[in-house]
């Protein structure tokens, strides 16, 4: 009898494990939309057996209880899932480049209406002006071409090169964002470590809802940075970020921003390795180290921080660089180097028609040093400042000079600098002869102060030339009140027309093939197309490999309402089987007693 009313609870086990099974199915279908989500299965295990011992057994006997459920696991490939956030990071990388590579050659797309194109119609218009000034020097038609042609060369360059600059504003902006976000995430992994372990503390109740949650937090963080974790024996997930540690048993540690006063531009710094008050700041991206042998090249905001750099790049940036230090650096970032070519190109093509509309010459070569048989002399100012001339100074030089419509001497620059002049007036008197010489002294370019260089942000056409193109340099000078006809320097205009067929200027230190002012513009864009392209293949191959891995990831982790609707059918017919066992029970023991 005892056994006969042992096994209702035999079938009453199945009922109830089939139920909570079928409660389990209907929550993983309940969520097969919600995102993060990792699906529960149930596992059944055999409740206690009982021993039976009779004299007139042979062996020992064992009599079961019935089914139970032993856990509803969370399944999840640990493998699957650091493999998904690397190529996720590295995806997000590559990404962030392409679409860099992808603005900058909106910006310089040859179609209508764009700057590039304007640029490029600009750089044209300014090769005919000087195609006509070749033709006839003095023609004021030509003149006045030629002023209104570098002006418009020049807005433009400076209009593709603020274009650059604000892109580089909106790459900024997405840098703060990033941070912010990455702050945010760790923040919530260490209060779901916590309240993880709160939960599995007895050692009953998996926190499979928190777990979804943190998984998700690091999927997401794993976009953003290079993260490696690992997770302690009590459920704590201790993270590092960039290798270093980011979220630990007892905190989450803050990632600091020092902002630029001069650019605005944020550096991403760890608030608890610096020491701001002494400016000494522990950066938590090295930009120019990402390299896919060493496995550094993961991570949106490193990708954000590279693009962008950390200033606004001229010509002086690239300038005098060996070709291993520029691929190293500079030649990494996309806005740098298309910024610091693009001024190299303009100062390129600024230096050279102002060195042929008002030239210079090393002193030692000049006819003022033959004359005095001197290397170096010392000279005055206007207001008596000293001034030692050495032999390799640059001065204007007189002998090969032309002049505009006025005769002055030296002649007037096409392009000048904001912040000095060309020339700086000084005077010497030969002891021997007691003969008086002016000397004008060129004003080199100092790299520590930006205002003296002819970069596109202190560079501006000539104010005087502007409002009488007369007085571009475009005679032979005499000593004569009246022009003659053969006096037009016709040599002059062949010399600058020449400077676009030339092929003398590289657009950066790796650049081997030197090219005239005509091919400047197209290799810079052809440059940039390059790179695009290997970014392009590169992010889309590795958008592929994240999506394998995401797929058998989604396998062992996702809800699929096929396999979940077999199996709340294999629980109900479960449930069917045990509700008809344990009808048989009852009317068997029904008929036993009715028996009795």
Known sequence: MANGFGSLYVGASGLQSAQNGLNVIANNLSNVDTEGYVRQQVIFEDRTYLDTKLRASVSKQQTGLGVAIGDVIHARDQFLDRAYRTENGRQ??????FEAATEVETLLNESNGSLGASFATAISDF??????????????????????????????????Y??????????????????????????????????IQQVEAGGVETAMNLRDARDQALDELSHLANISYSETYDGIVKVKLEGTDF????????????????????????????????????????????????????????????????????????????????????????????????????????????????????????????????????????????????????????????VGNDGQMPPRELFTRVGCERYTSYYYTDPNTNEKYTIYVYNEEDPKDPSTCYTLLSTNVNAEIAEDPSLIAHRHANNGPTWMTDDI???????????????????????????????????????????????????????????????????????????????????????????????VISEMIETLLNTA
């Open 247 to 402: 979220v630990i048993e007892s905190r989450a540690y803050e990632i600091g921003m020092k902002e630029d006063m001069i650019t605005g531009f944020v550096m991403p710094y760890w608030d608890q390795l610096s020491d701001p008050r002494n400016g000494d700041y522990y950066r938590v991206f090295d930009v120019y180290n990402a390299d896919p042998t060493r496995n550094t090249d993961i991570g949106e905001v490193k990708a954000l921080l590279l693009i962008r750099g950390d200033e606004y790049a001229d010509y002086m940036d690239i300038d005098g660089m060996s070709d291993y230090a520029y691929e190293k650096t500079i030649a990494k970032s996309i806005m740098l180097n298309t910024e610091a070519e693009l001024d190299t190109m303009a100062h390129d093509m600024i230096l050279a028609i102002n060195d042929l509309l008002s030239p210079t010459v090393e002193f030692g070569d000049s006819q003022i040093a033959k004359s005095l048989g001197q290397e170096s002399i010392s000279v005055k100012d206007a207001f008596g400042n000293d001034l030692t001339i050495t032999k390799d100074m640059k001065i204007f030089n007189e002998q090969i000079a032309c």
């Open 489 to 583: 320097a016709y040599d002059l205009g062949a010399d600058i027309y020449a400077l676009w067929e030339s092929s003398d200027y590289t657009l950066n230190p790796s650049d081997k093939t030197p090219c005239g002012f005509a091919e400047f513009y197209a290799k810079l864009v052809g440059e940039l197309a390059d790179t695009g392209s290997v970014y392009r293949t590169t992010s889309e191959s590795l958008t592929n490999t994240k999506a394998t891995i995401e797929s058998n990831r989604q396998a062992v982790v996702g809800v699929s309402s096929d396999e979940e609707l077999t199996n709340m059918i294999k629980f109900q017919n479960a449930y069917n089987a045990s509700s008809r066992y344990m009808t």
């Open 127 to 160: 090769y005919d002006a000087f195609s006509e000034f070749s033709k006839s020097p003095a023609d004021p038609v030509n003149l006045n071409l030629i002023a209104q042609k570098a002006d418009l060369f020049l807005t433009r360059a400076q209009g593709v």
């Open 162 to 195: 603020d274009g650059l600059t604000t892109y580089q504003k909106n790459i900024n902006t997405k840098i703060r964002d990033d941070i912010d976000r990455i702050n945010e995430l760790g923040k919530t992994i260490y209060d779901l470590n916590w309240r």
């Open 92 to 97: 997000a990388f590559y990404a962030a480049n």
